[in-house]
């Protein structure tokens, strides 16, 4: 798996095998950064579910200034240590090792305001992120304009609003999904992300 563009463009990140982790494909996170781009340059990223840290790595290497990353799994998080010294990018990521809603909590009580959330749990914690992403509609976590992104399966349904967020953008990619959500108020104010699918 490889850096796409940006400042690590073509760097190589280590995965794990394996079921636990399901890495976010090239094609799909070049999807996604497509969609966000150049809001990402000077953003705050959150990276929960991280696995090998593919996404948030991705939006420092395109100019994020600072990426955290949520792991709950041992071998991930060491292998997710060993991507962010490989790049030289400590300066700017910093890493959580346990339950990503867990560390959403911690991150909010730190005063943190985040640009983009994205959550990418493996398929069997989709239940999980759901109560992630309620969690952080009714928290101080996410700045007022900011997006949360929920990866999953295009099997699985997402709610047109939660918690009073709206879900303004759906991509379909293959198996794959991304679900974009927006504070009600922003985006039936902007209409920055008009509703919308791919194939």
Not at 42 to 49: H, I, L, M, R, T
Not at 101 to 130: I, N, T
Request: charged residues 20%; glycine residues 10%; proline residues 3%.
């Amino acid at each position: 798996m490889r850096i796409i563009a940006g400042l690590y463009r073509g760097r190589v990140l280590k995965t794990l095998r394996g079921q636990q982790l399901r890495p976010t494909s090239g094609r799909l996170r070049e999807t996604l950064f497509d969609v966000l781009g150049n809001a990402v340059q000077g953003s705050v990223f959150v990276d929960a579910y991280a696995g090998s840290g593919a996404v948030g790595l991705e939006a420092l290497s395109r100019g994020a200034k600072q990426a955290f990353f949520l792991e709950e799994y041992a071998a991930a998080c060491r292998l997710l240590s060993e991507n962010i010294a490989a790049l030289g990018a400590a300066r700017s990521a910093r890493l959580l090792c346990g339950p990503a809603h867990k560390g959403l909590r911690q991150l909010e009580r730190q005063g943190v305001r985040v640009s983009f959330c994205f959550l990418d749990p493996p398929y069997a914690l989709h239940r999980e992120a759901m109560g992630a992403l309620l969690g952080l509609t009714r928290s101080q976590l996410m700045a007022p304009k900011g997006l949360i992104i929920l990866q999953h399966s295009r099997k699985e349904t997402t709610e047109l609003q939660v918690g009073g967020w709206n879900r303004v953008r759906l991509l379909v990619q293959g198996s794959n999904a991304l679900s974009f959500f927006q504070a009600s108020y922003v985006a039936e104010r902007s209409g920055a992300f008009q509703a919308s699918s791919v194939s």
